[in-house]
């Protein structure tokens, strides 16, 4: 608005210049008129414009003394006695409050003399007072100052607009408005809403009611009962927040007045400060924290039972228990129909002996009395000595609790028949002579006081011949007694179909193809029918390559450049008949201690043109061979294909121990590329290799790799 009136005043100057200058030359030919008697009455310019009502209107010309009145739209006229100025040259007059735009009439006796340009008028609206300074969203504020007859819009902090659907009445100096339920406190704007409107603001804030706490009723409250809260007006309250983040709208009230909000606690509230919120989203938060009542425990019984039998608890508001919790981190069952006095719990198979916790969903707990879980005792055995596939009968007490018969070994026996004081189990082959322990249901161990001694005429084998067992090829099996065997099982119960030479000292064996990869032990069946496990050993080979198109590594191309498979000088290619077949790549460096990220396989396809598959439906396998043992720290690998970074994941299989290995020979080991991150298609574009991110230390000296391929998934 301040824009458009420098505009007025920049155009009203301008012309006015120019009357001026045009007014200079008739006053001179007035002059040489004068000298002739000339007495016209003559209007030159008037101004400022535009003007405020009420403001001094000024009329330059010659012999406006002349004037006998002016007509100032809408036709209201003013005598010439009502001028505050009128000389020869200038009239000057107050601009009557209810004068309107338009066309500007000067009475004379020569005639009427009308502007060329009609009056405009500048409005400022103005702020006064405003009453009530205090007041409650819905009520009336009534502002007074000027033109407030150009209002159209209210504007309350923060940022809520009252339109004229607010209004109750609009005049020139006073305007009445409906407060809206989210106006906020803070000072107010009044707005002729153009679309640059103007806004003129209070000087002063209008402070806005808000609801108010007095009591909280009951404060510990229970979870799910009523809670009272009294204060003032409190009927502006639309919703309200408790601990534990729950908002509950004025919907769910069960009753809501000007001095009183009742509402029914929510099960899982928590601890904290209620608050309270009008529409104007204003937070009013209690000076009191909100306290949950906890249930109280009086007994538990009984104290001393099995796992898996019931607790009876009594007390007070246990119906607030959501859950119970044993010693070990095990939860309970609460049986249904339980009161506020009294609940049933049936206790978990895991509990060990130790105190109960009892939690709410108030996320609160109380701590019960301990209980004192009993374990199973072994009283005897029988046979004491006894062959493998036979029944041993355990007795003692608590023997219902028993979970597992572990043997001299680590082999588990077979569980045929279980009571509270007797157990029958089947000795199962690779079972030591020794002592039996019971692991209970809650993992807790007993061990037999004496040893139950294995009878057994097996084979005495001493080790392999060979460092691995290979699939299609001869594994040879040392030792003495070994005329004894009748048969050998493999892993996967998988029987040997195929021997060679079979002596007191030494028997050859062909391992069957699709034995499973990986450690594992032979299965021996003696002609007497017993049955014992031959010494671990690595199961495992390579895979043949089924589809030749599919490989996009052998490291066998002719010009093949070493640059291409690695940075850094960590590999080398290898021709010494120790790989698969043709060339491999042989790890040739170990790291230092800043080493960090290496590339093995580098191999683009700008230099050699790669397979071209759908990830989705295709696996990857790779020819690796690790001498010794590496960490499962140093072992982290990850592919990179046409681009696309596979997620990190290990060589070889593991052993036992969590070491990674491959018997000293060469195996496949094969990745479904979705499961290890990558999908959709790969094609030939971008980076391909392996990259590696071991610790400092890792002896690359020990990895050969070999024929990286795709195969469809089977």
Same mark, same amino acid.
């Given at each position: 608005?301040?824009?458009?009136?420098?505009?007025?005043?920049?155009?009203?100057?301008?012309?006015?210049?120019?009357?001026?200058?045009?007014?200079?030359?008739?006053?001179?030919?007035?002059? %040489?008129? %004068?000298?002739?008697?000339?007495?016209?009455?003559?209007?030159?310019?008037?101004?400022?414009?535009?003007?405020?009502?009420?403001?001094?209107?000024?009329?330059?010309?010659?012999?406006? %003394?002349?004037?006998?009145?002016?007509?100032?739209?809408?036709?209201?006229?003013?005598?010439?006695?009502?001028?505050?100025?009128?000389?020869?040259?200038?009239?000057?007059?107050?601009?009557?409050?209810?004068?309107? $735009?338009?066309?500007?009439?000067?009475?004379?006796?020569?005639?009427?003399?009308?502007?060329?340009?009609?009056?405009?008028?500048?409005?400022?609206?103005?702020?006064?007072?405003?009453?009530?300074?205090?007041?409650?969203?819905?009520?009336?504020?009534?502002?007074?100052?000027?033109?407030?007859?150009?209002?159209?819009?209210?504007?309350?902090?923060?940022?809520?607009? *009252?339109?004229?659907?607010?209004?109750?009445?609009?005049?020139?100096?006073?305007?009445?408005?409906?407060?809206?339920?989210?106006?906020?406190?803070?000072?107010?704007?009044?707005?002729?809403?153009?679309?640059?409107?103007?806004?003129?603001?209070?000087?002063?804030?209008?402070?806005?009611?808000?609801?108010?706490? =007095?009591?909280?009723?009951?404060?510990?409250?229970?979870?799910?009962?009523?809670?009272?809260?009294?204060?003032?007006?409190?009927?502006?309250?639309?919703?309200?927040?408790?601990?534990?983040?729950?908002?509950?709208?004025?919907?769910?009230?069960?009753?809501?007045?000007?001095?009183?909000?009742?509402?029914?606690?929510?099960?899982?509230?928590?601890?904290?400060?209620?608050?309270?919120?009008?529409?104007?989203? /204003?937070?009013?938060?209690?000076?009191?924290?909100?306290?949950?009542?906890?249930?109280?425990?009086?007994?538990?019984?009984?104290?001393?039972?099995?796992?898996?039998?019931?607790?009876? /608890?009594?007390?007070?508001?246990?119906?607030?228990?959501?859950?119970?919790?044993?010693?070990?981190?095990?939860?309970?069952?609460?049986?249904?129909?339980?009161?506020? *006095?009294?609940?049933?719990?049936?206790?978990?198979?895991?509990?060990?002996?130790?105190?109960?916790?009892?939690?709410?969903? *108030?996320?609160?707990?109380?701590?019960?009395? $301990?209980?004192?879980?009993?374990?199973?005792?072994?009283?005897?055995?029988?046979?004491?000595?006894?062959?493998?596939?036979?029944?041993?009968?355990?007795?003692?007490?608590?023997?219902?609790?028993?979970?597992?018969?572990?043997?001299?070994?680590?082999?588990?026996? $077979?569980?045929?028949?279980?009571?509270?004081?007797?157990?029958?189990?089947?000795?199962?082959?690779?079972?030591?002579?020794?002592?039996?322990?019971?692991?209970?249901?809650?993992?807790?161990?007993?061990?037999?006081?004496?040893?139950?001694?294995?009878?057994s005429n097996l084979p005495d084998v001493t080790g392999y011949e060979e460092s691995k067992a290979t699939p299609g090829q001869i594994l040879t099996i040392l030792g003495s007694n070994l005329d004894l065997i009748?048969?050998?099982?493999?892993?996967?119960?998988?029987?040997?179909?195929?021997?060679?030479?079979?002596?007191?000292?030494?028997?050859?064996?062909?391992?069957?193809?699709?034995?499973?990869?990986?450690?594992?032990?032979?299965?021996?069946?003696?002609?007497?029918?017993?049955?014992?496990?031959?010494?671990?050993?690595?199961?495992?080979?390579?895979?043949?390559?089924?589809?030749?198109?599919?490989?996009?590594?052998?490291? %066998?191309?002719?010009?093949?450049?070493? =640059?291409?498979?690695?940075?850094?000088?960590?590999?080398?290619?290898?021709?010494?008949?120790?790989?698969?077949?043709?060339?491999?790549?042989?790890?040739?460096?170990?790291?230092?201690?800043?080493?960090?990220?290496?590339?093995?396989?580098?191999?683009?396809?700008?230099?050699?043109?790669?397979?071209?598959?759908?990830?989705?439906?295709?696996?990857?396998?790779?020819?690796?061979?690790?001498?010794? *043992?590496?960490?499962?720290?140093?072992?982290?690998?990850?592919?990179?294909?046409?681009?696309?970074?596979?997620?990190?994941?290990?060589?070889?299989?593991?052993n036992d121990d969590g070491t990674w290995g491959t018997g000293d020979g060469w195996v496949t080991v094969t990745y479904n590329l979705n499961d290890i991150g990558i999908t959709g298609d790969i094609t030939n574009?971008?980076?391909?290799?392996?990259?590696?991110?071991?610790?400092?230390?890792?002896?690359?000296?020990?990895?050969?790799?070999d024929n990286f391929r795709f195969e469809p998934v089977p």
């Open positions: 608005m301040q824009t458009k009136f420098n505009k007025y005043i920049r155009y009203s100057f301008s012309a006015l210049m120019l009357i001026v200058l045009g007014a200079g030359m008739l006053f001179i030919s007035c002059e %040489d008129d %004068d000298d002739e008697g000339n007495d016209k009455v003559e209007l030159f310019s008037y101004g400022p414009m535009p003007i405020a009502r009420g403001a001094e209107l000024r009329f330059i010309g010659d012999n406006l %003394d002349k004037v006998t009145a002016i007509i100032i739209p809408d036709g209201i006229e003013i005598d010439a006695s009502e001028f505050t100025t009128r000389t020869t040259e200038l009239i000057t007059l107050t601009v009557p409050q209810n004068a309107e $735009e338009g066309l500007v009439v000067l009475k004379t006796p020569q005639g009427d003399i009308t502007t060329k340009t009609p009056i405009g008028y500048s409005e400022p609206i103005s702020i006064d007072e405003f009453t009530p300074a205090t007041i409650r969203p819905g009520e009336v504020l009534t502002i007074n100052g000027d033109y407030l007859n150009l209002v159209k819009e209210v504007i309350f902090t923060d940022r809520v607009v *009252a339109d004229t659907s607010f209004f109750e009445s609009q005049s020139r100096k006073e305007l009445k408005v409906t407060v809206p339920e989210a106006a906020q406190t803070g000072i107010i704007g009044v707005s002729n809403g153009e679309e640059e409107p103007v806004i003129v603001y209070s000087e002063s804030e209008l402070n806005i009611t808000l609801p108010v706490f =007095d009591e909280i009723s009951p404060n510990p409250v229970k979870a799910g009962s009523e809670l009272t809260i009294s204060g003032s007006d409190l009927d502006l309250v639309v919703s309200l927040k408790l601990g534990g983040d729950i908002e509950i709208g004025s919907d769910d009230f069960v009753s809501q007045s000007a001095d009183q909000i009742v509402i029914s606690v929510p099960l899982n509230t928590r601890d904290g400060n209620i608050v309270l919120l009008p529409l104007s989203g /204003v937070e009013v938060i209690s000076g009191t924290e909100l306290q949950m009542l906890l249930p109280t425990i009086n007994s538990i019984v009984p104290l001393t039972l099995k796992n898996g039998e019931d607790i009876t /608890v009594t007390g007070e508001n246990l119906d607030l228990i959501s859950s119970v919790v044993f010693e070990g981190g095990f939860e309970g069952v609460i049986a249904e129909g339980g009161t506020p *006095a009294e609940i049933t719990v049936t206790t978990p198979d895991g509990a060990l002996s130790g105190a109960v916790v009892f939690n709410t969903l *108030a996320q609160k707990s109380v701590t019960g009395d $301990e209980l004192n879980f009993l374990a199973p005792s072994l009283t005897s055995f029988s046979p004491s000595e006894i062959k493998p596939n036979n029944l041993l009968t355990i007795t003692g007490e608590n023997l219902d609790l028993v979970d597992k018969v572990i043997f001299s070994g680590g082999v588990e026996g $077979e569980i045929t028949s279980q009571t509270e004081t007797e157990i029958i189990v089947t000795v199962k082959v690779g079972s030591e002579t020794g002592v039996i322990t019971l692991v209970a249901i809650n993992g807790v161990e007993v061990e037999s006081s004496g040893p139950v001694t294995i009878l009748k048969e050998l099982v493999f892993p996967g119960e998988i029987k040997a179909t195929a021997y060679g030479e079979k002596t007191d000292t030494r028997v050859e064996v062909y391992v069957p193809e699709d034995v499973p990869t990986g450690n594992g032990q032979i299965r021996v069946i003696t002609y007497e029918g017993e049955e014992g496990l031959l010494p671990e050993i690595f199961f495992g080979g390579v895979d043949p390559v089924l589809y030749p198109d599919l490989v996009f590594n052998d490291f %066998d191309e002719e010009g093949h450049s070493l =640059d291409w498979d690695n940075w850094g000088g960590i590999s080398a290619l290898m021709d010494d008949g120790n790989g698969v077949s043709g060339k491999y790549l042989k790890g040739n460096a170990q790291l230092g201690e800043w080493d960090w990220k290496w590339v093995w396989g580098c191999n683009h396809h700008d230099a050699f043109p790669k397979p071209e598959v759908d990830a989705d439906n295709h696996v990857v396998k790779i020819d690796v061979k690790i001498e010794g *043992a590496i960490s499962d720290d140093s072992n982290n690998f990850q592919l990179k294909l046409a681009g696309k970074d596979s997620q990190w994941f290990k060589l070889g299989i593991q574009s971008g980076d391909w290799g392996l990259i590696t991110q071991p610790p400092a230390g890792l002896d690359f000296t020990r990895i050969s790799l």
